[in-house]
């Protein structure tokens, strides 16, 4: 299946298209690809916000172990965890299930204790929308 394309043009920093085109050289792809994937990553995430629904998905992090409160205060969505000690941080992925809403409140939650550095991604596994 052939698909159509739009061109337009976007303004990115020089860091950003320097990481971009190194990693379109070290897979062999082309930028347009790896910007695309990453955009429809991001819009599959940013998308399903507008209707309340149940979702079941991950909240990966690198930074220092989740503090016991937010474990607490989130326990109704939390269903397990693991984390691994790396490069002198803690990488943590948050098996996550239920309201939406509370599983992006969790997510505020972490990036509020977090190094300014950390990135925190939420990712979706399967929703259900009610009708």
Known sequence: M???????????????????ELVANSLGADRSSI?????????HEDLHRDVEHNCSGMIIYYGDLLPGDVRKDYS????????????????TVLFVEGSYRD??????????????????RYIPLYCSFKR
């Open 35 to 43: 910007v695309t994937k990453a955009l429809e990553e991001y819009l």
């Open 76 to 91: 109704s969505v939390i269903r397990t965890m693991c984390s691994v000690r790396l490069h002198g941080g803690v990488v």
């Open 2 to 20: 052939t698909s159509s394309k739009k061109r337009f043009g976007v303004s990115i920093p020089a860091y950003v298209a320097d990481q971009l």
């Open 103 to 120: 599983i992006i409140l969790l997510k505020k939650a972490i990036t509020r204790r977090a190094r300014k550095t950390t990135i925190i």
